[in-house]
């Protein structure tokens, strides 16, 4: 079984550009989560989907990031414009139930330059 | 705020010695606890969760509970090298969100 894939692993880009993550889940798990680990920190929680609804999304830092999950399958994060403090690792995570834990992909490395 | 604290360490154990991680958090109102093992460069991967107060025990992990003292657990035995990672603590509420801990590296060595 496939796991939480994440694409690209890394991404370089500059100040004011747009970039955008994508999060494959595990296939059946409704659950599916973006988190985000700043150097030095904890990892943060941004937001959940439960299948294509946002569930929850109160870890969004502000409206320059969109999460979107199309028919409750693969979902993109898109930060737009990119600032020097979204550097970080995002990872995504994907759950059959909410109170299981999840599974996280391998993250994506985001440097804003 | 909610908050999940834990002991960065590192903790250095030798080979075969029983390691301990140990977490606190602050809200009286979680649910879920969970342990994730990072590897340096790869993705948190979870390794046990815990619900009751008391112990759970799986292969040479044991996690520990007491909601009374608001503390989670782990107890590694027989600690090979390979157990050297990151383990991070996280917790739930009503809401299952959950709330990391920064995480504790482990150092077994030979």
């Known amino acids: 079984e496939a796991g939480v894939t994440q694409f690209p692993s890394h991404s370089v880009i500059e100040k004011g550009q747009t970039v955008t993550l994508r999060c494959d889940p595990i296939?059946?798990?409704?659950?599916l989560y973006w988190y985000r680990r700043v150097m030095g920190k904890e990892i943060k929680f941004l937001l959940h989907?439960?299948?294509?609804?946002?569930?929850?999304e109160s870890g969004m830092p502000n409206n320059r990031f969109l999460a979107e999950r199309t028919g409750g399958t693969y979902s993109t994060l898109k930060v737009q414009p990119a600032e020097l403090e979204d550097s970080g690792v995002y990872f995504c995570?994907?759950?059959?139930?909410?109170?299981?834990?999840?599974?996280f992909g391998q993250g994506t490395r985001l440097t804003v330059v | 705020q909610k908050e999940v604290e834990q002991n960065s360490g590192p903790l250095s154990v030798p080979e075969g010695a029983i390691a301990s991680l140990n977490c606190t958090y602050s809200?009286?109102?979680?649910?879920?606890f969970f342990w994730y093992r990072q590897y340096s460069g790869k993705s948190p991967e979870l390794i046990m969760f815990?619900?009751?107060?008391g112990d759970k025990e799986d292969g040479r992990f044991t996690a520990q509970l007491n909601k009374a003292s608001q503390y989670v657990s782990l107890l590694i035995r027989d600690s090979q090298p390979s157990d050297s990672a990151t383990y991070l603590c996280?917790?739930?509420?009503?809401?299952?969100?959950?709330?990391f801990g920064r995480g504790t590296s482990l150092i077994v060595h030979p």
């Open positions: 995570a994907s759950s059959p139930r909410e109170s299981r834990g999840a599974f």
């Open positions: 296939s059946g798990h409704d659950n």
């Open positions: 989907f439960v299948k294509e609804s946002k569930q929850d």
């Open positions: 809200d009286r109102g979680s649910q879920s």
């Open positions: 815990i619900y009751s107060n």
């Open positions: 996280a917790v739930t509420g009503g809401s299952y969100i959950p709330t």
